[in-house]
């Protein structure tokens, strides 16, 4: 029996060899993939980390003075699972994917009764835990098989897009099903359908690459054969979004158009390892937009490209720089015959050559650039960057106040 | 066959007669219960409301060109279910109450992998909605009876108290029930406990109170025996929690220890009703405790006072007073033979008197109490007071800084 494994799909537990106290401990150590930072962690952070999970471990085991281990209370499967009744949820694709049904609930839901994209994000997170769970291999809280915690890999996140057409409603039910392929050589990716139960309709759809890292060395790995033995198998060739040549997303600098600064991550915001959870760049990220915009139009599609990890005691900013300006910029140039190489102009050239440009104005399509990155004295470090597109709401629930 | 209806445990649509654009339409109007302020709400947020409800009906109608009516996609029982495969909820209790199975998500947890607070409040919700989407007789998004909607009204909380006394972990199965009390002549108690599916051990237990109020006229309004027909038949007597004489939540000031001021709602912070959600208050409550207290200890129980609505304009001041200050201040001044009625003494001498001083203290409980109010020029208007009580972790899980 194969498995596979996948941590919640941002951000996951980084390695350090260096004794807690030691001058080094707060040092950021950066994880290249092809020469781009895609991670970082503090060496005292991990050891934190590390004396947390055995802490954590014991502050389980008693409940009213009864001890309860919490494999009592978890019961992880060893052995490939087919239904989880609890999970709502079953391997499906002839035995390697997992379909998940949800039902959206209250508070998943903003203030037009929609699923918000936090909510949708969140969603798919959860079922790509959940298909590690079904698959038996699951051996820690992050998501990694047996084969790699011998081998000290844990997975890292490196890229996410997401695409929605259609938002649920408040007590919709969803099919959300998920399944994993190569990604190159020692990559993953992992992608997401999510459906209408009644209608069958394709809501949204998701893809995201994976890569492995030494939790030792912090450095990128290979799949080693063990672990490929275990995961393969669970490999497919179909894709949710076809992305032959992901598109780039260029750095924004102080230059950008809206810009929210000194943010701070609170006790809330973090997640099991300790950093930013997703949600919150989410936030930081959409925070930008002015309010006119989110009151006219929706999410339609979100590209994350992660750098480092964000932890409780960074202050960020959020940049964000719109293209339908450059759009409008270019109109203007083109209509007077002036061709150039300004800022916002290439990619809204290519659009424009391509026929996209007029008609996704038309449309009333706006698309962004995102950063976030860590507000430092010397040089800002980068923590993601995005792209979000934005349509047209098919009416305009404008923003509420009092 | 009958139903009782609840809306989200929080707070609910509220009405008011006012033309659109009129002088009055920004006026917020306050609702009394028993002399006390339970709620308001401003006339142009109903009336946008209005406006909005059909409007969202509309938006939920098409997606990729496909005309979907929100029926087909709720499919919202008109009889009484038993069971919900999908919610995972049956009826219980001789066919009034509800149990609903859940699993804690991954991203329901903190850093140390247990479920926020936060997270159970979200789950009391969903459940008691899921409760009256059972009963058959779901009448709208926020869970009035059809009776209630022939006659206008509306439910509102004035009070809830929830009680943890072990917090679920990540992937971990709860069983979550709740059921319906009657409260006085005209208010409604709902209950719940959760209970781990494993061991069978409670984890939590929660009561809260509702009353009904008239849309148009915004007044507390009796239950009409049309309504009680409705909801008198699943009401029990059993109480999660036994509260003979609540305890009233003193009303802080701007001597409080610890205020955090000009917290703004953000358009995430908004909940259906577009009103800042529970969540915030929490977290607005929370953020003022201080990092040690949450380090070493969890909340282990809150009571929240509801008084008034809190919209996206308004601007909130979070202020909270410990009480274990006045506990060690008196100890002080008992051993100086020194009796005084300072600020903080009165409660601290009857805790002491009762012989509870010393053993909460030994025992490292904690106690705070809590408002948030409006931050307005002439008079700050609360929103809510609360009471949080916390206890000594079993083991100190240290906030983690990089």
Redesign the interface.
């Known amino acids: 029996m194969a498995s596979f494994s996948c941590p919640?799909p941002y951000f996951v537990v980084r390695c350090s060899t260096a004794k807690e106290g030691s001058d080094s401990s707060?040092k950021?150590r950066y994880i290249k993939l092809n020469g781009v930072n895609i991670g970082s962690v503090?060496e005292?952070?991990f050891l934190?980390?590390s004396a947390?999970a055995s802490?954590?471990l014991?502050?389980?085991?008693?409940?009213?003075g009864?001890v309860?281990e919490?494999d009592?209370?978890?019961?992880?499967p060893t052995k490939k699972q087919l239904v989880d009744p609890?999970?709502?949820g079953l391997i499906i694709e002839g035995g390697v994917g997992y379909r998940q049904?949800v039902?959206i609930?209250?508070?998943e839901?903003?203030?037009?009764?929609?699923a918000?994209l936090?909510s949708v994000m969140?969603l798919l997170?959860?079922t790509a835990?959940n298909h590690v769970?079904m698959s038996g291999l699951l051996s820690n809280?992050f998501g990694a098989t047996h084969g790699m915690m011998k081998n000290n890999l844990i997975w890292v996140v490196s890229r996410m897009n997401v695409e929605v057409?259609?938002y649920?409603?408040?007590?919709?039910?969803v099919e959300i099903d998920t399944w994993v392929g190569a990604s190159g050589k020692n990559g993953m990716r992992r992608d997401w359908l999510i459906r209408?139960q009644?209608?069958g309709?394709v809501?949204a759809r998701g893809t995201s690459t994976w890569v492995m890292m030494n939790q030792e060395t912090r450095r990128l790995s290979k799949i080693p054969e063990e672990v490929r033995a275990e995961i393969s198998p669970w490999f497919i060739e179909k894709q949710a979004i076809k992305e032959d040549v992901p598109e780039k997303i260029s750095k924004l600098d102080d230059k950008a158009k809206y810009m929210n600064s000194h943010l701070k991550p609170?006790?809330?915001d973090?997640?099991?390892?300790?950093h930013v959870?997703n949600?919150k760049y989410l936030?930081w990220m959409?925070?930008t937009i002015p309010?006119h915009v989110?009151e006219s139009h929706q999410l339609s599609s979100i590209v994350l490209e992660y750098r480092r990890e964000c932890?409780?005691?960074?202050i960020v900013q959020s940049l964000c720089e719109p293209e339908e300006d450059g759009i409008l910029r270019d109109v203007d140039k083109i209509e007077d015959n002036e061709i150039s190489l300004l800022n916002g102009f290439s990619l809204a050239s290519e659009i424009f050559k391509a026929g996209g440009l007029l008609g996704s104005f038309d449309k009333g399509i706006l698309r962004y650039t995102h950063l976030l990155q860590i507000e430092g004295e010397a040089k800002n470090e980068e923590i993601v960057r995005g792209r979000t597109t934005w349509k047209k709401?098919?009416?305009?629930?404008?923003?509420?106040?009092?």
């Open positions: 919640a707060h950021q503090s005292a952070d934190t980390q947390r802490r954590t014991l502050a389980s085991v008693a409940a009213n009864c309860i919490e009592v209370r978890l019961k992880i609890h999970r709502q049904t039902v609930r209250s508070y839901v903003g203030p037009d009764k929609t918000t936090e969140n997170q959860e835990l769970w809280g057409d259609h649920p409603i408040w007590g919709e039910i209408s009644a209608t309709h809501y609170k006790r809330s973090l997640d099991m390892n300790h959870n949600v936030r959409l925070e309010d989110l932890g409780s005691s960074d709401k098919l009416t305009n629930i404008p923003f509420p106040t009092q």
